[in-house]
């Protein structure tokens, strides 16, 4: 098992860039889930995908962030206009069923640096 | 709602030393509790976890957790901390039939020769 997949590790980009984020989940994981993680604010949620449909998107901080969950093995995070308090390390994660009691997988993450 | 609280921030250790990090967590039901460990540039990996019955849970890494629901507590130890063992650890909880877990903000262990 290749465990759950991101990319690109690093990025850096202009502020006002688009950023796509990238996750491929552990197959047969029904649920995934992005975090935002800071110094300041620590882990955040920000938003929960079950069978491929978003059911929790209150933890999306503006319209510039949105999520898509196009079939069981991809999802993406998109960034536009980028700014630098974007700056963060995100992390995807994956679990078998909506369930807590199951725990998470995380991906290795991606930093982003927005200049 | 759930929530977790990690009193310490940063803990330094020797090398050999035991280790003992806090975790108190208020939920009003059986809470589903977990430890995940952060190395340098790394996602989280998920050290040991607690659903129900034996409240000592052995973990990986030669980690055990104890499950104490009079303290709200559920404390990590190990005990005998190698060099590698230096990194963020963060207790999280969760419960049957919600999506969620919360994390607590995490403790940051160092180790020294």
């Known amino acids: 098992d290749a465990g759950v997949i991101q990319s690109p590790r690093h990025e850096v980009t202009e502020m006002g860039q688009e950023v796509t984020l990238r996750c491929k989940p552990i197959?047969?994981?029904?649920?995934l889930f992005w975090y935002r993680q800071t110094m300041m604010r620590g882990l955040e949620l920000l938003i929960y995908?079950?069978?491929?449909?978003?059911?929790?998107d209150s933890g999306m901080p503006e319209d510039r962030f949105s999520a898509k969950m196009p079939n069981a093995s991809f999802s993406t995070l998109k960034i536009q206009p980028s700014e630098p308090r974007d700056s963060a390390v995100y992390f995807c994660?994956?679990?078998?069923?909506?369930?807590?009691?199951?725990?998470?997988?995380f991906g290795s993450g991606t930093r982003l640096t927005v200049v | 709602a759930q929530s977790v609280t990690q009193p310490d921030i940063h803990i330094t250790v020797s090398e050999g030393a035991s280790l003992e990090l806090r975790c108190n967590y208020s939920y009003g039901a059986t809470p589903y509790l977990f430890w995940y460990v952060q190395s340098p540039g790394q996602g989280l990996q998920l050290l040991l976890k607690y659903f129900s019955g034996d409240t000592l849970v052995q973990g990986i890494k030669g980690f055990e957790a104890e499950f104490k629901r009079s303290q709200s507590s559920f404390n990590l130890r190990k005990p005998s901390v190698h060099w590698s063992d230096a990194a963020e650890y963060f207790c999280?909880?969760?419960?049957?039939?919600?999506?969620?877990?919360?994390f607590g903000a995490g403790t940051t262990v160092t180790v020294r020769a």
């Open positions: 995908f079950n069978n491929n449909v978003p059911i929790d």
């Open positions: 999280a909880v969760g419960a049957f039939g919600d999506y969620k877990l919360s």
């Open positions: 197959s047969g994981h029904n649920s």
């Open positions: 994660a994956s679990s078998p069923t909506g369930q807590g009691i199951n725990g998470y997988t």
